[in-house]
């Protein structure tokens, strides 16, 4: 079947920018409400599971998060980034599935953001990034 716009695939390398911009302003949030606001029920959420020590991995998914989103923002091993994102939003899903009252998000969102660094992994930067396809 013919592509309806093809013209616009001229600017497919936006899709994964856009994405990447996207999910990196929302691992910051996320990351800075993990420090913040939210601390105690992601704390409550780690010693449910029996996580411990339930405020170091707190602190550290956090700063992971703030981190892991400036790399994407910048577009900065972007494919690392999204693997590592993948793997904590797919954890996420997890407790979301066996707890629903643990976290504060349902289901689709992490499902969603999954998604997104899964596409992130597979496509790479797109444009305005410092990674370079090889």
């Not at 013919?2 to 911009?21: H, S, W």
């Not at 990351?31 to 996580?51: D, M, P």
């Not at 998000?105 to 410092?130: C, E, K, M, P």
Request: net charge neutral.
């Amino acid at each position: 079947m013919l592509n309806v716009f093809p013209d616009l695939l001229t600017y497919q390398l936006l899709a994964p920018f856009i994405l990447r911009v996207v999910l990196g302003l929302i691992l910051l949030n996320l990351g800075y409400l993990k420090l913040g606001a939210e601390k105690t029920r992601w704390e409550t959420s780690f010693e449910t599971l029996r996580l411990q020590p339930k405020e170091v991995l707190v602190k550290l998914f956090g700063f992971i998060e703030i981190l892991g989103g400036i790399a994407l923002i910048a577009g900065f091993y972007t494919q690392v980034a999204a693997l590592v994102f993948a793997v904590i939003t797919f954890i996420e899903l997890y407790i979301e599935q066996k707890e629903a009252a643990l976290l504060k998000r349902d289901f689709v969102f992490y499902l969603l953001l999954f998604a997104i660094a899964l596409s992130l992994l597979l496509t790479g930067a797109g444009f305005f990034a410092f990674d370079l396809p090889l």
